[in-house]
């Protein structure tokens, strides 16, 4: 566990931080960008779940809430890089395939339950959803990072993977919590070049 005793120490006021296994990097490197987008990715997701809405909406609460604490897990791993030293001594936190398994067999449980798409969405329906399809973008700009970082050094495939269906899964959730699709605002395409609309 991490324990918290001072909030501010001080040590990135020379435009550098700390990574997991200690060592100093520019605040703007790659690999604090990625991290830094996933916890913009789980702080839209805790928006999500302020807007979630009746004790029916248990499960999705649920889904949510081990999304975030996942999403902690992911900013652990990305935190510490593949080849650091930590890695194999004191045994740094690492993404794992079921995290994955778990996402896809909810976004299947869901997915068979709505309305097939024949157009695409805009953001919006229910403040839940409008939400999610926030947190969806932010966790696909998360992956664009990751990925770009994983180009350069060493990344932790699951962790791609995770970042992969976690955009998909918001945006079935988003469907989900729009009446199961019902009140998804449909892309009419071209239909305002005309002035009128």
């Known amino acids: 566990m991490v324990r918290l005793t001072r909030i501010y120490t001080r040590g990135g006021d020379t435009g550098e931080t700390s990574l997991g296994d200690g ?32 004790p029916a909406d248990a499960d999705t609460d649920a889904m949510l809430a081990r999304i975030q ?29 079921a995290q994955v398994a778990r ?30 399809h926030l947190a969806r973008t932010i966790v696909r700009r ?16 699951e962790a791609i993977k995770y970042l992969n269906r976690l955009s998909d899964h918001l945006f079935v959730l988003g469907r989900r919590l729009n009446d199961n699709g019902a009140k998804d605002v449909l892309w009419q395409p071209g239909a305002t070049r005309d002035g009128t609309s």
């Open 103 to 132: 996402l896809e067999g909810e976004i299947d449980r869901m997915n068979a339950g709505l309305r097939p798409l024949d157009s695409f969405i805009l953001p919006g329906g229910t403040p839940a959803a409008a939400y999610l």
């Open 23 to 54: 060592s100093r990097v520019p605040k703007q490197a790659l690999r604090v960008e990625a991290f830094g987008t996933v916890d913009e990715a789980n702080a839209a997701i805790g928006l999500a779940r302020l807007h979630v809405g009746s």
């Open 69 to 97: 604490n996942d999403l902690f897990d992911l900013g652990a791993d990305l935190c510490t890089p593949e080849d650091s030293g930590r890695t194999a001594r004191k045994g740094a936190l690492r993404f794992i395939a």
């Open 142 to 157: 998360a992956e664009r990072l990751v990925c770009a970082l994983a180009a350069e050094e060493r990344v932790n495939t």
